[in-house]
T-cell receptor, first 111, second 114 residues
Framework: GQQVMQIPQYQHVQEGEDFTTYCNSS?????IQWYKQRPGGHPVFLIQ?????EVKKQKRLTFQFGEAKKNSSLHITATQTTDVGTYFC???????????FGGGTRLMVKP | GAVVSQHPSWVICKSGTSVKIECRSL??????MFWYRQFPKQSLMLMAT?????????EQGVEKDKFLINHASLTLSTLTVTSAHPEDSSFYIC??????????FGQGTRLTVV
C-alpha cells in the first residue's frame, strides 16, 4: 500500500488551545479516513473524506481533504481533556477496503 | 453501529505456548477481516488479510507459520500466535469493513509473553 506520513508525532497543548494534525502522501489518496484511539483503547472511526477539497465538521473538529487529494488535516478548536488520544489518518484502498495507516499524532492536553 | 467483538482482551502466556485470538462480527457478515499489530506508541501495522473460505494474505515480513489465521465462517476469524516469544508481546487488533469502506475494530488483545 501507499505510505501515509502524519505530522506531528506528538503534540502537547494547553486546554483551550487549538490543535492540527496533518496527513501527507506522495501519491494520490483514494479516500481518507480519520480515527481516534484513546489510550489503551481501539481505534474509533471519526470520518471519511472522498472528494477533492472536501471539508467536513463535527462539532469542534474540522476535517479537510486537499485539492490534489495528497494531504488531509484534522483541526480541533479549543481542545478539551477529552480530546486526549492518538489520531490516525488512513488511506482506504477501494479494493478490499485495506487500510494504510499514518503513524498517528498523539495529542496530550494539559488541564 | 456494527460491532466487532474480539476475545480475549488480554492474555499472559509462557514462552513457547500458543495463543488464539478470536474476532467476531456480531451483526453483519464479514467475508474479509484484517489483523493488525500495534507496538507501544506506534501505529497499527497490517499483518494479514483474512478471507472467508480461502487462505489468508500475509504482509511482507509476517511469518505465516507463526501467525495462523483461520476464517472459519462469515462472522469469525481467528489469529493463533504459535510458539510465542517475548518479542511477540504486542497489542493485536482485528477489523472488519462494513457499510462500504468504514472499518470497525475489535477491542484489541494485549498479549504478554513471559
Amino acid at each position: 500500500g501507499q505510505q501515509v506520513m502524519q505530522i506531528p508525532q506528538y503534540q502537547h497543548v494547553q486546554e483551550g488551545e487549538d490543535f492540527t494534525t496533518y496527513c501527507n502522501s506522495s501519491t494520490t489518496l483514494s479516500n481518507i479516513q480519520w480515527y481516534k484511539q484513546r489510550p489503551g483503547g481501539h481505534p474509533v472511526f471519526l470520518i471519511q473524506l472522498v472528494k477533492s477539497g472536501e471539508v467536513k465538521k463535527q462539532k469542534r473538529l474540522t476535517f479537510q481533504f486537499g485539492e490534489a487529494k495528497k494531504n488531509s488535516s484534522l483541526h480541533i478548536t479549543a481542545t478539551q481533556t477529552t480530546d486526549v488520544g492518538t489520531y490516525f489518518c488512513d488511506d482506504v484502498e477501494n479494493a478490499g477496503n485495506m487500510l494504510t495507516f499514518g503513524g498517528g499524532t498523539r495529542l496530550m492536553v494539559k488541564p | 453501529g456494527a460491532v466487532v467483538s474480539q476475545h480475549p482482551s488480554w492474555v499472559i502466556c509462557k514462552s513457547g505456548t500458543s495463543v488464539k485470538i478470536e474476532c467476531r462480527s456480531l451483526d453483519f457478515q464479514a467475508t474479509t477481516m484484517f489483523w493488525y499489530r500495534q507496538f507501544p506508541k506506534q501505529s497499527l501495522m497490517l499483518m494479514a488479510t483474512s478471507n472467508e473460505g480461502s487462505k489468508a494474505t500475509y504482509e511482507q515480513g509476517v511469518e505465516k507459520d507463526k501467525f495462523l489465521i483461520n476464517h472459519a465462517s462469515l462472522t469469525l476469524s481467528t489469529l493463533t500466535v504459535t510458539s510465542a516469544h517475548p518479542e511477540d508481546s504486542s497489542f493485536y487488533i482485528c477489523s472488519a469493513p462494513s457499510r462500504g469502506t468504514e472499518a470497525f475494530f475489535g477491542q484489541g488483545t494485549r498479549l504478554t509473553v513471559v
